[in-house]
């Protein structure tokens, strides 16, 4: 009861995005700025978003993981977490990161348009995209798939642990 209570809740708050079609564009860049002052332009690069909120208990307990995942990454992997933004400031957000230490690339979606543009309606929500910014998978949770798929850019010693 308490997690459907909990997914209604979720699906409720991200109500206040405009409606959109299920199609994806097939190019699905990400041109942005992250909290911690930097860019990001996923073109041409396969690259890994996480869309959570720190409100989402199943994001902050993958937070860790994600940030174990950005340090050890190779360059061909674009990491980025995107907070969706929604009952959230940037500065509750870089608050959160400093007090966890966590130094992953994240965007703070003030308006929605990316949570929009890639069709995320809940939280944690993963996404793997290719060089040209085409989905090859997504997933709810950290997900032993994407771990198998995210391998193939961690060094060969890389454990989740």
């Known amino acids: ?32 700025h992250t909290l911690q002052g930097g860019q990001v332009d996923t073109r041409g690069k396969v690259t890994y978003l996480k869309f959570w909120a720190t409100w989402c208990r199943y994001c902050v307990e993958e937070m860790p993981t ?11 992997l674009n990491v980025l977490s995107i907070n969706i933004g929604f009952n959230q400031s ?8 400093t007090r966890n230490h966590y130094s992953v690339a994240t965007a703070f979606d003030h308006t929605g348009k990316l949570t929009k543009q890639f069709n995320v309606i809940g939280t944690p929500t993963h996404i793997l995209l290719d060089e040209e910014g085409r989905e090859l998978y997504r997933t709810a949770l ?18 989740y642990e």
């Open 66 to 76: 994600l940030e174990k995942i950005s340090k050890a990454v190779s360059d061909d």
């Open 1 to 32: 009861m308490k997690s459907i209570l909990n997914l209604s809740v979720l699906l409720l708050g991200l109500s206040h995005l405009p409606s959109y079609s299920t199609t994806l564009d097939t190019n699905n860049y990400v041109q942005t």
């Open 142 to 159: 950290m997900s032993d798939e994407l771990k198998r798929k995210l391998s193939t850019y961690m060094p060969k010693d890389f454990t």
């Open 90 to 97: 940037e500065t509750l957000v870089k608050r959160f990161m």
